[in-house]
């Protein structure tokens, strides 16, 4: 019974995973046109669906001009198709890891852990992490500080993300009773942050742009946790649309005036400064 449990589940997702597959490149130019399959985890200003149905945001205006891209350089008629929004962020990179020709667009960070498993498109832009807590924490202006003024403080953070690195260096080097809890939706721990005064957690500055939209009651203190990470696409290593996301995605792209008019819209143009 259990190995036919086992094999149940394994053509479940070899199911899943045939219905979310798109074209390959390579067919896309050898007949003139395909379809892009992506799956996206939803962020407020990068990538979410719209009221109207429409998909929406940074990443969204970026696949569009990237669909522009191959119809004027190849004259390819490319299909955009938003196959699944995903709200499990290891699920997400689990889908795209294994499943050929599928695009994975939300803030992915590049990491050199990451790259062993699944291609990357060049950055989209920069982005920094950040400290937050609920409204009625006290500030703090160092991570020295972390240990007293938040003794008894848990800390929550996304499962499977680069914040889990930041957050147990800050546990190793600063705070070593904390305590850590791991939550793989981002959404449910901005709740959480927001209910309970004795929370805190990392979380990227194109997060907090959501944060700060819905005024939800949390605040980001005003520490420094190092180098801004990079956000970018996900893919899968058997995939070759990599190779003309290289040729779109470039620094002159994002120096355009389109690329700068794509961030404003989005995020707001105080955001502009923050973006490389």
Not at 11 to 36: M, P
């Amino acid at each position: 019974m259990k190995t036919i449990t086992i094999l149940l589940t394994f053509i479940s997702l070899t199911v899943k995973a045939q219905h979310y597959k798109g074209d390959s490149w390579a067919s896309v130019k050898a007949t003139g046109s395909g379809t892009l399959s992506v799956i996206y985890y939803e962020q407020p200003g990068l990538i979410y669906k719209a009221s109207d149905g429409k998909m929406k945001g940074v990443c969204a205006d970026i696949v569009a001009d990237f669909q522009k891209f191959i119809t004027s350089k190849y004259g390819k008629q490319l299909k955009i198709e938003y196959v699944l929004g995903e709200t499990d962020f290891p699920k997400f990179l689990r889908t795209v890891q294994n499943t050929d020709n599928l695009l994975g667009v939300t803030n992915t960070s590049i990491t050199d852990e990451r790259k062993k498993v699944m291609k990357f498109t060049p950055h989209y832009m920069s982005n920094q992490i950040v400290l937050l807590t609920n409204k009625n924490a006290p500030s703090i202006k160092s991570l020295k500080e972390i240990s007293t003024t938040y003794k008894g403080y848990t800390a929550q953070v996304i499962t499977g993300s680069t914040h889990v690195a930041y957050i147990e260096r800050i546990k190793k080097e600063y705070y070593p009773e904390m305590k850590i809890e791991y939550n793989p939706s981002g959404d449910d721990i901005i709740n959480n942050l927001s209910k309970n005064p004795k929370l805190l957690s990392v979380i990227d500055f194109t997060e907090y742009i959501g944060v700060i939209r819905r005024k939800i009651p949390v605040k980001k203190q005003e520490v420094d946790l190092g180098e801004a990470e990079l956000l970018a696409f996900t893919m899968s290593k058997q995939t070759d649309w990599d190779l003309v996301w290289k040729e779109f995605l470039t620094n002159d792209y994002r120096n355009s005036v389109r690329y700068k008019e794509i961030i404003a819209n989005n995020l707001g143009s105080s955001f502009l400064s923050l973006v490389r």
